[in-house]
């Protein structure tokens, strides 16, 4: 551990609370960065529209699967 004293070391831990609040205040005023900022980043994107197609072709053939499994009647408990 290092030798500095506690109340340096509380000093010191105080002036980066400081700094990491003061870095908060400004980077909150003006833009928010969350999910919101990404709608209609890929409007009219043709690779966004073929990865989009690819997908839904998946979770088709997954549905069929599914609903293929779903033909045999379950057993009922007792």
């Not at 073929?50 to 839904?56: E, P």
């Amino acid at each position: 551990m290092a030798t500095e004293s506690l109340e340096q070391r509380v000093e010191i831990l105080e002036s980066q609370l400081s700094k990491l609040r003061d870095e908060l205040r400004a980077g909150n005023q003006g833009s928010s960065k969350d999910w919101r900022r990404t709608i209609g980043a890929f409007t009219g994107d043709e690779g966004m529209q073929q990865i989009l197609r690819d997908a839904m072709r998946l979770r088709e053939v997954d549905r069929k699967k599914v609903s293929a499994k779903r033909t045999t009647k379950r057993k009922t408990r007792r």
